[in-house]
């Protein structure tokens, strides 16, 4: 597994926006200005899909632009954060929302989504994956979850990736099934699940031995090293091959401590400090949003609402961001 150091030389060498102090956010962005386009020109029946190809890009860069700021400067900027993860989990409902009921996958990973839901859960946002729960559970029924895995997927041009257990879906499902009272039969899914992230939700996640309980923890956390992707420099590590954190953002900040951390608050549960190196880095503390603060860029809300007029289900987002005045 990498170390912390590994990491933090990894993001400053790739991932972070070196002229950020000269070029504001999407500014000279040819990227930006294609996708805009495309959505501005973009007939109703075509608008999700190329709304996902726009908000996959500006997440991209506001996460870009947060964790600059947060390793360079130590300072943590709302406006990014807050873009960031509304721009994120809009990907994961375009993909929801504009694939067909009779489509046999997703277009994004269930490693993938399970990640966007989490990272806002470790920022103490729940509604989305509220919202989404019920068409998660039915995905994973019908065996559709299954076919949006790396050994899921074959196209006539490729056949399936390998067989690999699945970790943060699997934990986002399992706490999310927990409240509920309910339980998934993975294998009946045709889903590996890691056995760990199962024995974590079912003997720790509610648990009140915090001497259990923290060697859970620090457990999960160095799970979260093993399965970091550095990518750019080790592309056989990679979601499709079970290192299922290689989002920038996520690299060195224990999300999923503070998705649990948040999720055992709503229980009534504390949950204890604990000592682990990915809580040393710039970017390892907590990260609350305010969306009240967050002004949208003039684009996002008229976007918004041509694509609630595509798709009701879209006012999910509200739950996040809240109504616009």
């Known amino acids: 597994m990498p170390s912390i150091k590994q990491i933090n030389n990894y993001l400053l060498k790739h991932e972070l926006a070196r002229k950020y102090k000269d070029r504001s956010i999407f500014e000279d962005d040819y990227g930006f200005e294609l996708s805009i386009e495309d959505c501005d020109n973009s007939p109703d029946g075509e608008l999700i899909i190329n709304s996902a190809m726009l908000f996959t890009h500006t997440y991209g860069q506001y996460g870009r632009y947060y964790l600059t700021l947060a390793c360079l400067e130590n300072q943590l900027d709302n406006k990014y954060?807050?873009?960031?993860?509304?721009?994120?989990?809009?990907?994961?409902?375009?993909?929801?929302?504009?694939?067909?009921?009779?489509?046999?996958?997703?277009?994004?990973?269930?490693?993938?989504?399970?990640?966007?839901?989490?990272?806002?859960?470790?920022c103490n946002q729940f509604s989305c994956a509220e919202a989404s729960y019920d068409q998660i559970i039915d995905a994973i029924k019908?065996?559709?979850?299954?076919?949006?895995?790396?050994?899921?997927?074959?196209?006539?041009?490729?056949?399936?990736?390998?067989?690999?257990?699945?970790?943060?879906?699997?934990?986002?499902?399992?706490?999310?099934?927990?409240?509920?009272?309910e339980t998934v039969d993975w294998a009946s899914a045709n889903i590996p699940a890691d056995p760990f992230y199962l024995r974590f939700c079912h003997e720790a996640l509610y648990s009140t031995d915090e001497t259990l309980l923290k060697e859970w923890l620090v457990a999960l956390c160095d799970k979260h090293l093993e399965h970091t992707s550095l990518f750019?420099?080790?592309?056989?590590?990679?979601?499709?091959?079970?290192?299922?954190?290689?989002?920038?953002?996520?690299?060195a900040?224990?999300?999923?401590?503070?998705?649990?951390?948040?999720f055992r608050a709503r229980h009534g549960l504390s949950t204890p400090v604990i000592e682990h190196p990915l809580f040393t880095t710039p970017i390892g503390g907590e990260h609350l949003p305010d969306f009240s603060r967050w002004e949208a860029p003039e684009w996002f809300h008229p976007l918004l609402e041509r694509l609630i007029k595509v798709d009701n289900r879209f006012t999910t987002i509200y739950g996040l961001i809240g109504q616009p005045q």
Request: overall charge negative; proline content about 5%; charged content about 25%.
């Open 142 to 181: 019908s065996g559709k979850m299954s076919r949006s895995t790396p050994w899921g997927r074959k196209t006539e041009q490729s056949e399936p990736g390998p067989l690999v257990e699945q970790r943060l879906g699997v934990l986002l499902v399992e706490m999310l099934a927990s409240e509920r009272k």
């Open 253 to 262: 900040w224990p999300f999923e401590y503070y998705a649990v951390k948040n």
């Open 81 to 122: 954060l807050c873009g960031y993860l509304s721009n994120s989990i809009i990907v994961v409902l375009c993909d929801y929302y504009g694939t067909t009921s009779i489509a046999e996958e997703f277009v994004r990973m269930f490693s993938f989504q399970a990640e966007k839901f989490l990272t806002l859960m470790a």
């Open 232 to 251: 750019l420099e080790n592309a056989e590590k990679s979601p499709l091959t079970g290192y299922e954190i290689k989002e920038p953002m996520l690299l």
